[in-house]
Nanobody
C-alpha cells in the first residue's frame, strides 16, 4: 500500500516562496504529481513528473514552480517561488501506478491528505 504524506505548507506574503515535500514511500518510481484545490473550486492539476523525470506544468505556474524528486529519499518536492494570492489552496501529492502520466486526476490511484498554502496580498 502506497502512503503519501505532504508537508511544507504555510502562510506567506505574495512574492514569497515555499517548498512542499511529499514522503512517497517508494512511489517515486511512478508518475507523480501535485494538485491543488482552492475553496469553492475544483481540484486543479499543478505539475507532474514521470518515472523517467519528464516534467510538465500548468500554464498558471510555469516559470514559478519546479517539481523534482529524490528517489533515494523517496520524496517528491514542489518549489514554489513568486507566490500569488491565487496560488492559495490545499496542495495534494498524487501517484499513478499505471503506464500513463498526465494532468488528468483520474489516472492517479494514490493521494495524500494535503497541505495548506495561503498567500496573502
Amino acid at each position: 500500500q502506497v502512503q503519501l504524506v505532504e508537508s511544507g505548507g504555510g502562510s506567506v506574503q505574495a512574492g514569497g516562496s515555499l517548498r512542499l515535500s511529499c514522503a512517497a514511500y517508494t512511489a517515486t518510481r511512478y508518475c507523480m504529481a501535485w494538485f491543488r484545490e482552492a475553496e469553492g473550486k475544483l481540484r486543479e492539476w499543478v505539475s507532474y513528473i514521470s518515472a523517467g523525470d519528464t516534467t510538465r506544468y500548468a500554464d498558471s505556474v510555469r516559470g514559478r514552480f519546479t517539481i523534482s524528486k529524490d528517489n533515494a529519499k523517496n520524496t517528491l518536492y514542489l518549489q514554489m517561488n513568486n507566490l500569488k494570492p491565487e496560488d492559495t489552496g490545499m496542495y495534494y501529492c498524487a501517484a499513478a501506478s499505471g503506464n500513463i502520466c498526465s494532468g488528468d486526476w483520474r489516472i492517479y490511484n494514490y493521494w495524500g491528505r494535503g497541505t495548506q498554502v495561503t498567500v496573502s496580498s
